[in-house]
């Protein structure tokens, strides 16, 4: 199956008449490549930044209804599958939703952003399902940008069947230095989840500056099942990018019922009511020694061992219960894995068998590699009380729960 991202540059609400020239040239492009899906990106039409509600449903936008309508005679003209991101009017709320179009302009599906973003919180309704679809690429799931955040969505969709993820995204740039970019989907994320889940994912972000709100990173890439990158994009611009996609076998979670049981039994997750001490590790020190200082010196600690790393569950189960370093025993061979548990969970994470081998602050980055120079080191704990990954971006009650399904524990033999 040949795969397309457009990435496109991003434009303010007040232009949003402009993309549809874009989209029609990514399209027909797409289509000489013999494209069998094409993925646009989150809000395509008519902007990310929607100002307020009340802008937004000014006479100069496109109602929702007619952007379904353009892009389903999009896919149906080129004879691929479309996936694209659109505000969806649903019941007097709006959505940040996409769209998955077959061949001939039938609507397979609608994904509706689940974990809101920073300002998505300003105008959109979070979705309130996640389910995988049928289709003749196989059966998919669909998330948007932020979802990927929160492992328990991709673990429903694979848990649904699916084979592939779309991710139709605007990432958004981190970076607090002028002309530099950042954005923990590109640098790990991505990667981390498709090895975890056993899936090929296709994601197609923005480009650009959204005038004074947003810039983007773009870096859309298209990622293999086993986590290898097969096409990417560059930062900054209009793009296509394709790659040949085979479906992945599919990793559901296998956890057991009390780690399954938390993650998804919606009692509040811990929170803390004093801020945690700041300690200092011995970097010649095993994860058991490790672990026993950091308690005595007052820190939570969750322990998990270097196999349970692949899977999200043990270390969510642990920060749940209110862990602030989650301490990885034994060697660790793929670093994307320690910088998602930290990240996804806004953790420490320390990995370390004879002696530490990285330790990983709790906004993904790497603070220590084997080999640096550094004999100790000082953690402040209570960076990982905080769970606000913005201001308006709460890691726990942005947990919708109700939506979330893992697979049952398997039965001992």
């Given at each position: 199956?040949?795969?397309?991202?457009?990435?496109?540059?991003?434009?303010?609400?007040?232009?949003?008449?402009?993309?549809?020239?874009v989209?029609?040239?990514?399209?027909?492009?797409?289509?000489?490549?013999?494209?069998?899906?094409?993925?646009?990106?989150?809000?395509?039409?008519p902007?990310?930044?929607?100002h307020?509600?009340?802008?937004?449903?000014?006479?100069?936008?496109?109602?929702?209804?007619?952007?379904?309508?353009?892009?389903?005679?999009?896919?149906?003209?080129?004879?691929?599958?479309l996936?694209?991101g659109?505000?969806?009017?649903?019941?007097?709320?709006l959505?940040?939703?996409?769209?998955?179009?077959?061949?001939?302009?039938?609507?397979?599906g609608?994904?509706?952003?689940?974990?809101?973003?920073?300002?998505?919180?300003?105008?959109?309704?979070?979705?309130d399902?996640?389910?995988?679809?049928?289709?003749?690429?196989?059966?998919?799931?669909?998330?948007?940008?932020?979802?990927?955040?929160?492992?328990?969505?991709?673990?429903?969709?694979?848990?649904?069947?699916a084979?592939?993820?779309?991710?139709?995204?605007?990432?958004?740039?981190?970076?607090?230095?002028?002309?530099?970019?950042?954005?923990?989907?590109?640098?790990?994320?991505?990667?981390?989840?498709?090895?975890?889940?056993?899936?090929?994912?296709?994601?197609?972000?923005?480009?650009?500056?959204?005038?004074?709100?947003?810039?983007?990173?773009?870096?859309?890439?298209?990622?293999?099942?086993d986590?290898?990158?097969?096409?990417?994009?560059?930062t900054?611009?209009?793009?296509?990018?394709?790659?040949?996609?085979t479906?992945?076998?599919?990793?559901?979670?296998?956890?057991?019922?009390?780690?399954?049981?938390?993650?998804?039994?919606?009692?509040?997750a811990?929170?803390?009511k004093?801020?945690?001490?700041?300690?200092t590790?011995?970097?010649?020190?095993?994860?058991?020694?490790?672990?026993?200082?950091?308690?005595?010196?007052?820190?939570?600690?969750?322990?998990?061992?270097?196999?349970?790393?692949k899977?999200?569950?043990?270390?969510?189960?642990?920060?749940l219960?209110?862990?602030?370093?989650?301490?990885?025993?034994?060697?660790?061979?793929?670093?994307?894995?320690?910088?998602?548990?930290?990240?996804?969970?806004?953790?420490?994470?320390?990995?370390?068998?004879?002696?530490?081998?990285?330790?990983?602050?709790?906004?993904?980055?790497?603070?220590?590699?084997?080999g640096?120079?550094?004999?100790?080191l000082?953690?402040?704990?209570?960076?990982?009380?905080?769970?606000?990954?913005?201001?308006?971006?709460?890691?726990?009650?942005?947990?919708?729960?109700e939506?979330?399904?893992?697979?049952?524990?398997?039965?001992?033999?």
């Amino acid at each position: 199956m040949i795969a397309a991202c457009g990435q496109m540059e991003a434009v303010t609400l007040d232009h949003a008449d402009t993309v549809w020239p874009v989209i029609d040239r990514l399209a027909t492009g797409a289509a000489k490549a013999h494209a069998d899906l094409l993925v646009l990106p989150e809000t395509t039409y008519p902007a990310y930044w929607l100002h307020s509600m009340e802008r937004y449903m000014q006479a100069d936008i496109l109602r929702s209804a007619a952007v379904l309508a353009r892009f389903s005679t999009l896919a149906r003209t080129h004879g691929f599958f479309l996936a694209a991101g659109f505000v969806e009017e649903r019941n007097g709320k709006l959505y940040n939703s996409a769209a998955l179009f077959d061949r001939a302009g039938e609507l397979v599906g609608i994904a509706r952003k689940n974990f809101l973003w920073d300002c998505d919180n300003r105008w959109f309704a979070p979705g309130d399902s996640i389910a995988a679809w049928d289709t003749e690429l196989g059966r998919v799931g669909m998330m948007i940008c932020a979802d990927c955040r929160a492992p328990e969505i991709m673990a429903t969709l694979v848990a649904d069947g699916a084979r592939m993820i779309i991710l139709p995204t605007a990432w958004v740039n981190a970076s607090k230095v002028r002309r530099t970019y950042r954005n923990v989907h590109p640098e790990f994320l991505i990667r981390a989840r498709a090895m975890e889940f056993g899936v090929p994912m296709v994601c197609c972000s923005k480009a650009g500056r959204e005038g004074e709100h947003l810039e983007y990173v773009g870096q859309s890439r298209i990622v293999a099942a086993d986590g290898h990158t097969l096409a990417e994009a560059p930062t900054g611009g209009e793009h296509l990018i394709l790659a040949d996609v085979t479906p992945g076998d599919g990793r559901p979670t296998d956890a057991d019922d009390k780690v399954r049981s938390r993650i998804i039994d919606g009692n509040p997750a811990f929170r803390a009511k004093t801020p945690g001490p700041r300690v200092t590790i011995a970097l010649s020190s095993n994860a058991e020694s490790i672990a026993d200082a950091l308690d005595s010196a007052g820190g939570r600690v969750g322990r998990i061992t270097a196999a349970e790393l692949k899977s999200f569950a043990p270390a969510r189960y642990h920060a749940l219960t209110g862990a602030q370093v989650v301490v990885v025993s034994g060697r660790v061979f793929e670093e994307s894995f320690l910088r998602a548990r930290a990240a996804e969970n806004r953790v420490f994470v320390v990995s370390a068998d004879s002696a530490v081998q990285y330790i990983v602050a709790p906004d993904g980055s790497v603070v220590f590699r084997e080999g640096d120079w550094n004999t100790v080191l000082e953690l402040d704990l209570a960076l990982a009380d905080v769970k606000q990954y913005t201001p308006e971006t709460d890691l726990w009650a942005q947990r919708r729960v109700e939506c979330y399904r893992l697979p049952e524990p398997a039965c001992a033999s």
